[in-house]
DNA sequence: CGGGCCTATGAAAACGTTTTCAGTGAAAAA
DNA sequence: TTTTTCACTGAAAACGTTTTCATAGGCCCG
């Protein structure tokens, strides 16, 4: 079990440790042939560098944190796989730790990552009303970081994001297009941003056609839709659209839907944000704004790395293209 | 950005180095004064042990590594949630990393953890005829290991499964006695050897009541059930029941009889093997054999611990209980 | 031919721990 | 009083790297 070291290396080659170094880290004060050697020598025994060691002596650990909100859903799957598939070959181990939407949650796993000594952390907080003051200070630190996905209102941080307003504004004007009159939003919690930009997309489209703006709190998981349309029905139900905060919410507030009796899209038009292949595997196939996670998690990773480099870059806001695809849930009146 | 260390607190404190260390560590030979002095000063200046150093040190890394063949469904997101659950408390970080069921991936993923140089591996293999060679090698080196999920067959290895066999004896049993007749099964890839398992509980349930065994390719993907009911229905479709190797080929085969216009169940009875929150949410609802996935994450890692705290720990098998979900999938003809 | 400048290498320090090996002084035992 | 033992602490080595710093020989230029 023990590995090959640098050591071995210079002993088997009766070379000193320094120069096996420079041979394997490609400094140029180092003659080919000795190079070639040391190469050879190492393939052959099988050599690979301590990491420990590597990060003990160059101050940076080569492990970056990751951390979501949620689990659940396959959007934060998708963003995690972006992410890897960037920092993986260059050697660069991933954290990832999940706050199952507790602030508390993620209060601990941000410390965590600060002992972990990670080199630079990619977050989408749970609340941007929490833990702001816990991120601001790991930045203030000098701690690398890049939020993705949730909008860190209050953060002036480096962030990788979709046009909330503008896609919420299309797909509902989609909806209307096809015969929608009385539409409900089924809202976000306040306590992340982007249920006040999709909020307002929803207003703003709705207003443009002259039609009356109307929404629910609708929250974040499937139990929420399922309980929004309840509360619709017991009010004495007057919609024939539904626009949801999330895939989540639009499900639940689909299924529900038809359990009582009601026929998709005939009766009540769904659609909803944040879509996955979830939208596709649901019946009707749920109309939705379908974020970029993959590329939104090698864009992220890309600018940590620049951020790892480079202290001195600059805060950015990059904003990627959702697609919005309309499926069975949505149709003509 | 300049973190404390333990000789910042020796100067402090006026103490040497190795007193410090040793009233952190708890070591025995110190003064109770000392030591709460140190702590102390430690608590006040925010002291946290650098990872790197200790790993450095004391021989391990601090890390381990998990290989998954696929992180698609929630069964494996969940299986994840149950390692990190055992380990982040602990302070050893979790390194995943995805194969997306592609065996070379894989492969190059356990080199990858070799470099990362984690004290022990938690793994469920794409196939088991894949890369079984390089994990017995590490193990043979030293490397503890557990397996989950799909079973390691060749591989002389620790590991925490559930009973395939006898759980789809009992699921088809109930299928049989809601009176299904004609049931087919989609099998699962052949380099899964939990197909076989699988398969083999489905002959003997339906040998048992005398009914005719048929089954069919299946595969492993929502895809895989599209298809395998394409075919069933060109080669003239006659069954009233559907056994699925996992969830996505039974929600696969259910959307698509769907389509072609067949009630379920009245038609066509469909239950699935794996099931997870998926199965709660496609209409109607499936009914499957459900693993407890966050309790075999958690068993796997307690078992890795083990090992990694004694090698000399024997190999063992742990076989949990899934539980068997009756939904609307299935019922009275 | 002597000084200066490359090229290639080695020696050693440093990173932050843990641990072994040696003490120290004081109390206990003789 | 002398010896032993004990409780506590310090010095230093070690883990595997990278990175000065130093130095050897060889070459060019005057």
Known sequence: ???????????????????????????????????????????????????????MRGGRSGAIGVLVPEMETHYTIQVIKGIQHVFYPKGIRVIIADAAEDPAVERENLLMMERFMVDGIIFCQCSYQHNADLLGALQEHGLPMVSFGRIPYGLAVSQVLVDDYAKSFFVVEKMIQSGCRHICHFRGPDNIYNSTERARGFRDVMGKYGLPFEDRHGGLGMEDGYVAVDRLVAEGLDVDGIFAFNEAVGVGAMNHL????????????????????????????????????????????????????????????????????????????
Chains 1, 2 share one sequence.
């Open 258 to 333: 038809r359990e009582l009796g009601f026929r998709i899209p005939e009766d009540i038009s769904v659609a909803a944000f944040s879509g996955t292949d979830l939208s596709k595997v649901v019946f009707p196939q749920l109309t939705s704004v379908e974020p970029p996670m993959f590329e939104m998690g090698r864009a992220a990773a890309q600018m940590l790395i620049d951020q790892v480099l480079d202290p001195a870059t600059p805060v950015r806001t990059v904003v990627l293209n959702a697609e919005i695809n309309l499926r069975g849930s949505t149709g003509k009146k």
């Open 1 to 55: 079990m023990k590995r090959t070291t640098i050591k071995d290396l210079a002993a088997r080659l009766s070379l000193s440790v320094s120069t096996v170094s420079r041979a394997l880290s490609g400094d140029r004060n180092i003659n080919a042939e000795t190079r070639g050697r040391v190469l050879a020598a190492a393939e052959e025994m099988g050599y690979t560098p301590n990491p420990a060691a590597k990060s």
